[in-house]
């Protein structure tokens, strides 16, 4: 015997407005009574849709419900970004199925909300590698530039595996690769120039390597060695030299973030 059907059940508001004249049907059974004018605005593959089909008709002589493929989840959060309501709270794991659909049915208006989204700080620092392959598929340059330059605040091999890295193309990596390479060489050579070496002395490279950012010159990981280094000093400057040594970091930190900020991130071939 077959299982029973799922009940149909009504979308929360503002999509369980009965004076609305469509009604879109999830893929979970979920029914949201929508505008026609709002979705043809928002979408169109929506306009044409309601202006070249014909409406089937139930018993009762309503029209009937469209079906979709996405679930009550998505379709929920797609069409609150059509509608002028607030902006559905969209987590990092929901924004690929939203775009998905959001190109599906052409809502260039969604992808731009997207996007603001993707910018937001607690998205790009909680999870720039993510936040970067997201912004590759879409073509947001933008959004990777930003996500790309925090990940210079990480060591990228420690970065955990998630599922959004499928959206990654071998050629997106590749050109990541590339601009962690090349902000690694830019910062190492502000770092061994002769007139800092003068200060600090020669600076290991493997801390810049590894993230090449400005304020790895003045973590204890380099600064440590650099001291420990330091001849024997008299007491007075034994309490100088150490904070005029972290001023000087400070300023050599400002050229390191300055030369990277020049280097250019290839989003596309």
């Keep these: 015997m077959s299982a029973n059907p799922k009940a149909l059940a009504i979308a929360t508001s503002p999509f369980d407005d009965r004076e609305a004249d469509i009604v879109i049907r999830s893929s979970d059974q979920v029914e949201f009574y929508v505008h026609k004018i709002i979705l043809s605005v928002a979408s169109p593959v929506f306009r044409d849709m309601f202006a070249l089909a014909q409406p089937s008709r139930s018993s009762t ?11 009550s989840i998505v379709l929920d959060m797609l ?3 059509c509608y002028p309501v607030a902006a559905p709270s969209i987590g990092l794991n929901d924004i690929v199925a939203v775009l998905e659909s959001a190109r599906k049915y052409q809502m260039d208006g969604v992808k731009g909300r997207m996007k ?8 790009w620092q909680e999870q720039p590698l993510q936040v970067y392959a997201l912004a590759c598929g879409c073509g947001f340059s933008d ?4 996500a790309a330059r925090c990940l210079l605040r990480r060591e990228l091999f420690n970065e955990v595996y998630t599922k959004d ?4 193309t071998g050629g997106a990596y590749h050109r990541l690769l590339e601009y962690r390479r090349d902000c690694s060489r830019a910062a190492t050579a502000v770092a061994s120039a002769q007139s800092h070496q003068e200060w600090m002395g020669e600076i290991n490279p493997t801390a810049l390597e590894k993230c090449p950012h400005g304020a790895v010159v003045s973590t204890t990981t380099v600064l440590r060695p650099v001291i420990e280094n330091l001849p024997h000093l008299c007491d007075k400057c034994s309490k ?7 001023q000087f970091a ?12 020049q280097v250019v991130l290839k989003v596309e071939d």
């Design 240 to 246: 100088s030299v150490p904070i005029s040594l972290f």
């Design 250 to 261: 400070k300023l050599l930190e400002d050229e390191v973030e300055k030369a990277v900020s």
């Design 116 to 123: 603001e989204i993707l910018l937001l700080p607690n998205s």
């Design 79 to 81: 069409l609150r970004l």
């Design 165 to 168: 890295l499928r959206q990654i």
């Design 61 to 71: 002589g309503k029209e009937e419900p469209v079906e979709v493929q996405e679930s």
């Design 143 to 146: 959004v990777a530039m930003t």
